[in-house]
């Protein structure tokens, strides 16, 4: 590197290097406006959902005989990890996970193959299952939540309505899908009276074929008269209820229309699937989700210019209930404001510090780097995001080091009598290598997150990417833009300083001096203190809280209401409305969007939709500001523990950063006897109710659901010539209604639906009265052939991979994190662990699980990142001994850290975790540099003590200076309540560590080369 000199090339072709540079700063500012914008980076969602129905099956019947056989399948995909399954009466759903370090480009195989195993295996499942049914875009996100509503509207107007705009909006490549929620698909109710076909003899099943053959597509044929070919098509009445009530059903020697013996309607399913409500009334929600590596900026231009030409029915209202592009331009405002704090506050260092003169050759640096930065992230396809912005943040104090270094080089040589040009050749000669070395260090400090194998790995992988491109470009910069920008600018005979100053750095330096001395003469008390220093933050570290990932900054809260397992959708909506009439005229909320029956859609990345079940509602409630969801959520939470959705276990939530967690404290119970499971979680949730920092402890799966049963009596249904088959699809028709054709009007298709009239159909107590038909058509009691009994069943079953399991889980109050309240936990069920039945098992899930697994992923990569840090080390010193020195200055950060994050009671989250990684390739940095000065020194002839001495004081200033740019450049970031922790632990670290290697490594060096300090003397 040495025998070409880059900064001679560069100052010789300033020209050529001035022309890049402008040309650098326009393709950088292009970049930056086409780079794409989003509220967080996207990363693998790595769970597929499987659905299957068998109408009449137990929720037993459903574990054993459908999802034990496709669990056992789906284990053999690729990357398995696990596959979460809950049954319920008729209902399957499992959520199959492939491991967290799946590489993200392998997802899609694994899901294919899930696929493949699912339809290979379709036919093994039991006669009536219906699927099973698989939703790989789970993980799509949709950007944009549009609520069309309307005073006295249909649901069928709201659906038409939806249609169209959704027509409209997929015009538009930008644009990859719309989603629909909350749709009630029209059907044409049949309502037959028992008493009435009895006395005709007409069986239902005769009307039901009759409907079948009238709503069957007919081929009439065609004609052809020789010069045209002419379809032939049948024709019945326009109105749906009067062409179905039209239909001939043949009654003896007679032929009735059907709505002389049933009533027509056409209306709406009974009970719905899902119901969907905004701000009180019922609701069609679109998803609008963004085609990849688009600009949310452009989603919001076509939705509003969208909704603007959309001539929409007078009454009809759209808004938007969830608006990503908003939340990407405040965040980005944000962040921006922050970022130009960041750069006013590192210009002014340098200018204050360096000189005007000087000051300007580094400021002229920063747009420079920042706009190869921003080239290079638009070929590498990262957006400006949470983790991209805030990385381009620390980059900021970071990327000016170099520069720093360089222009210091320069000055201290034209101090000594060189003149410009080849005091910009001699800055490349002493400082390119060590800055370089320096360079690499540091942003291998940050390399552990770039290659974690996890999915809160590629949440933050850009902010490596970001980091290690700037300061890269920085070095890049230094060795090239600065040299020749100082040659141009750097007084001619070195900056002159006002006597005043002067004297004030002549005291400071005095001072260090001094300092050294003392450092070198009184080593083991310098490196015993600081060895008792790093213990106590040790220490100080356990007092820390820990943290997963910290709450959003977003305005939205969540309510989630549970009703008993085997309620009614209508019991979860009204419980739903309690909370909606609650929150009506709230000057505080701005919107209430209630989904009843399943949980809001992915309109954030870190949301995890919560899977179809009638007893479960949530209502996303915006708040005006972050204040007002505060005051919000305090009332929300008072009026429901004074009653408010009494019916519900009712749950009031905030959104978090990072990966989806359930609960922050779980614990779950894996064993083959649901009785036991339950025995055992309640000792555990009796255990967890004693902390007071938990909130409301429960079990996902408890009580029992009580079910009708019939028992049969054989001899009569023989009597009467019926079949469990037929008595079964009779009480099916009876009750819930058959479905008995499809009638297609235009491009709509309308269910058939055949069922008895009455409002007893659906009273327990009249089930014994329902009516049947034997062999001959005549009508039969339901009490004569079967006795109906109350029994108590299994309304749900939760399993993990084949194993029974439940689960105890817990909110935890403000103020304390999930992580540290699991990890207490854990220690007080020893007692129970220990006690557990052979077959039963217990493990720890919530934020302490998802942390550990975070962790996990970066102790894999450690090691290799290690490796590659010493040989960079290696390289540079090329000793043993200096490699050894550098490393033991390494954890000097862990005492800031430590003492800040305790002053500022500021959990230890996983963030901070990173930015105590990134502290240690920062002090190794000021290390290097260091320890590259005494080489230096030496290499001159210095005695050892003097080299030390001098080095320290040489480098003291650059390494303070870069130090102190950094540490006031994250002053901005420290606000973030993403980014605060990380910025602190940075902060605190770095303004400790730079001070006391001045001071460590100078007692290190004495300490180790104490033979060779002896009979020197120090010249001055």
């Known amino acids: 590197m040495i025998s070409f000199n880059l900064s001679a090339w560069a100052v010789r072709h300033g020209a050529l290097v001035g022309f890049f ?136 107007d709201l659906e038409r309505i939806a249609d169209r705009l959704q027509i409209a909006l997929l015009r538009h490549s930008e644009i990859s899908r719309i989603r629909s929620y909350g749709k009630q698909p029209r059907q044409v109710l049949v309502e037959y009276d028992d008493a009435r076909i009895g006395t005709l003899g007409v069986p239902p099943e005769a009307i039901s074929a009759a409907l079948a053959d009238f709503t069957r597509q007919h081929d009439a044929g065609s004609l052809d008269n020789g010069q045209q070919r002419l379809r032939i098509s049948l ?87 969830a608006n990503q592009p908003a939340v990407v331009d405040d965040a980005i405002q944000e962040f921006m404001t922050a970022f130009v704090e960041a750069l006013v506050i590192v210009l002014a260092v340098c200018l204050v510090v360096l000189g005007w003169r000087t000051g300007i050759v580094v400021a002229l640096s920063v747009p420079v780097v920042l706009a190869i930065t921003f080239v290079v992230m638009r070929a590498m396809g990262i957006e400006l995001h949470r983790v991209s912005l805030g990385a381009l943040i620390i980059a900021l104090g970071l990327l000016v080091d170099d520069a720093i270094i360089a222009i210091e080089s320069m000055l201290r040589s034209i101090e000594a009598g060189k003149s410009r040009r080849e005091a910009a050749g001699m800055a490349w000669n002493s400082t390119a290598f060590p800055m370089l070395t320096g360079t690499l260090v540091t942003f291998i400090g940050f390399m552990p997150v770039g290659f974690a194998p996890s999915s809160t790995g590629e949440y933050l992988a850009s902010m490596f990417w970001v980091i290690a491109i700037a300061l890269i470009a920085s070095w890049l910069v230094a060795v090239m833009l600065t040299p020749w920008l100082g040659v141009h600018l750097l007084p001619a005979q070195g900056h002159r300083h006002s006597p005043r100053i002067q004297r004030l750095q002549d005291r400071v330096n005095e001072g260090l001096r001094r300092a050294v001395h003392w450092a070198v003469d009184h080593y083991g008390k310098v490196i015993g203190t600081i060895a008792a220093l790093f213990l106590l933050a040790g220490l100080g570290f356990v007092t820390v809280q820990k943290q997963f990932f910290p709450v959003s900054e977003r305005v939205d809260l969540f309510v989630q209401l549970r009703l008993p397992q085997g309620s009614s959708i209508e019991a979860t909506a009204r419980a739903a409305a309690e909370v909606e009439r609650f929150l009506d005229g709230d000057p505080d909320a701005t919107s209430v969007t209630t989904y009843v029956g399943q949980g809001p859609p992915r309109f954030w990345l870190a949301l995890n939709p919560a899977l179809p079940n009638p007893a479960y509602a949530e209502l996303v409630v915006l708040g005006r500001d972050i204040p007002a969801r505060e005051r919000l959520k305090e009332r929300l939470e008072q009026a429901l523990s004074q009653g408010l959705a009494g019916a519900a ?48 402890p429960h079990m996902n799966w408890n009580e029992l659901s009580p079910a009708l049963q019939l028992e049969i009596e054989p001899d009569r249904m023989r009597l009467l010539g019926l079949s469990l088959a037929q008595l079964a699809a009779r009480l099916h028709m009876a009750v819930d209604g058959a479905r008995a054709g499809v009638l297609r009007q235009q491009d709509e298709s309308l269910d058939v639906i055949l069922r008895a009239a009455g409002a007893r159909r659906n009273d327990p107590a009249f089930l014994s009265d329902t009516v049947v038909a034997n062999i001959d058509g005549r009508p039969v009691p339901l009490s004569q052939v079967a006795a109906v009994h109350v029994v108590n069943e299994e309304p749900i079953i939760w399993q993990r991979s084949r194993e029974e399991t439940l689960t105890v889980a817990a909110d935890v109050i403000d103020g304390v994190q ?89 959990p230890f989250g996983f963030v901070a975790l990173l930015g105590l990684l990134a502290l240690s390739g920062m002090d190794i940095r000021n290390s290097v540099i260091l320890v590259d000065q005494v080489d230096a020194n030496l290499r001159r002839h210095m005695p050892m003590r003097q080299a030390i001495i001098e080095a320290t004081l040489l480098r003291a200033r650059p390494v303070a200076l870069t130090s102190t740019a950094a540490v006031l450049a994250l002053i901005p970031l420290s606000r973030s309540v993403f980014w605060g922790p990380m910025a602190l632990t940075i902060m605190g670290g770095l303004i400790l560590a730079t001070f006391m290697t001045i001071l460590f490594l100078p007692a290190l060096y004495a300490l180790w080369f104490r033979r060779q300090l002896s009979g020197t003397s120090e010249t001055t």
């Not at 043949?250 to 409500?277: E, F, K």
């Not at 662990?833 to 934020?847: D, I, N």
């Not at 200055?889 to 002053?903: F, M």
């Open 649 to 696: 276990r009712a749950r009031v939530i905030r959104f978090s950063f990072g990966p989806p967690v359930a609960y922050p404290v779980e614990i779950r119970i894996s064993g083959p006897d649901p009785r036991e499971l339950r025995r055992i979680g309640d000792e555990v949730r009796g255990i967890m109710a004693q902390d007071r920092r938990m909130i409301d």
């Open 235 to 321: 024709a019945a009445d326009d109105g749906l209820a009067g062409a179905i009530g039209a239909v001939p059903i043949p009654v003896g020697h007679s032929v009735l229309r059907l709505d002389d013996l049933a009533q027509v309607t056409v209306g709406y399913p009974a009970p719905p699937s899902q119901i969907v409500r905004h701000d009180g009334q019922h609701a069609v929600i679109l998803g609008v989700v963004m085609a990849e590596g688009e600009n949310l900026a452009r989603i919001d231009r076509i939705v509003t210019r969208t909704l603007a030409e959309a001539n929409l029915p007078q009454g009809i209202e759209v808004q938007r209930v």
């Open 21 to 156: 540079a402008v040309v650098l700063c326009l393709a950088g500012l292009d970049s930056y406006l086409k780079l794409g914008r989003s509220e967080d980076p996207s990363y693998a969602i790595k769970v597929v959902n499987v659905v299957a129905l068998w109408p009449g099956a137990s929720a037993q019947e459903m574990r054993d005989q459908v999802a034990d056989p496709i669990e056992e399948k789906l284990q053999t995909i690729p990357y398995f990890d696990r596959i979460d399954t809950y049954a319920t009466p008729g209902y399957l759903a499992m959520q199959v996970w492939v491991k967290d370090h799946t590489p993200p480009a392998q997802v899609p195989q694994s899901f294919y193959q899930l696929r493949k195993k699912l339809y290979d295996m379709a036919g093994t499942l039991p006669e009536g299952v219906q699927g099973p049914f698989v939703d790989d875009e789970f993980g799509d996100v949709d950007s944009v939540l549009l609520a069309i509503k309307g005073e006295g509207a249909s649901p069928h």
């Open 818 to 906: 999930g992580p540290d309240v699991g990890a207490a936990l854990w220690p007080q069920l020893d007692g129970i662990r220990a006690a557990l039945p052979p077959g039963y098992r217990m493990t720890q899930g919530g934020a302490w699980e998802e942390s550990m697994k975070a962790n996990l992923s970066i102790a894999k990569v450690f090691p290799g990142v290690l490796l590659l840090m010493l040989t960079v080390i290696m390289v540079q010193v090329q000793s043993v001994s200096r490699l050894v020195l550098i490393l033991l200055s390494a954890p000097l950060g862990l005492i800031g850290a430590s003492l800040v994050l305790n002053l500022t009671h500021t």
